[in-house]
């Protein structure tokens, strides 16, 4: 995980996402969550994902096995 998080690499997730950010909100958002990245890098703390959300919703939608 990086501990530093730049407009540009926002950009390119919401770019990824299909969501249109304007410039300006890039920076804001990257000022937002650059302390969290930071700290979350500095603890060694991994957040990995091995499901996308939607899967996740799916999977614990259905019934367990009888």
Do not use: G, N
Request: charged letters at 25%; a positive charge; zero cysteines.
């Amino acid at each position: 995980m990086p501990d530093d998080i730049s407009a540009d690499r926002v950009t390119a997730i919401a770019t990824a996402a299909r969501v249109p950010l304007a410039p300006a909100d890039a920076e804001r958002i990257a000022r937002a969550v650059s302390p969290t990245v930071a700290r979350f890098a500095r603890a060694k703390i991994d957040l990995s994902l091995e499901t996308e959300p939607a899967t996740f919703v799916a999977v614990q939608r259905r019934a367990p096995p009888s």
